[in-house]
Nanobody, 115 residues
Framework: QVQVVESGGGLVQAGGSLRLSCAAS????????MGWYRQVPGKQREVVAT???????NYEDSAKGRFTISRDNAKNTVYLQMNSLKPEDTAVYYC?????????WGQGTQVTVSS
């Protein structure tokens, strides 16, 4: 059993910053990848950023230059530093951990950016 818990969402004004955290726990020998998706009502969940166990990262185009994903392997934790936030970044942000060839999702955390 693997649990994934996000934290750090909230309300921020456009141009502001937020830092999301996500911790995985439970029966974990090795996490191959972790990352963040987001979803707005009526739309499909979309990838924001991912990071592998060796630190390789990928970002969705709108996140490049504004968001930074990082990882603490010792704590099984991934972070998403979001700067220069825009109203269109408003969404529920979901964290995942890829463990033993299976995706484990968190419950999501709301990020709201006001204009």
């Amino acid at each position: 059993q693997v649990q994934v818990v996000e934290s750090g969402g909230g309300l921020v004004q456009a141009g502001g910053s937020l830092r999301l955290s996500c911790a995985a726990s439970g029966s974990i020998s090795r996490i191959n990848a972790m990352g963040w998706y987001r979803q707005v009502p009526g739309k499909q969940r979309e990838v924001v950023a991912t990071i592998t166990s060796d630190g390789s990262t990928n970002y969705e185009d709108s996140a490049k230059g504004r968001f930074t994903i990082s990882r603490d392997n010792a704590k099984n934790t991934v972070y998403l530093q979001m700067n220069s936030l825009k109203p269109e970044d408003t969404a529920v942000y979901y964290c995942y951990a890829f463990v033993a060839n299976k995706l484990h999702w968190g419950q999501g955390t709301q990020v709201t950016v006001s204009s």
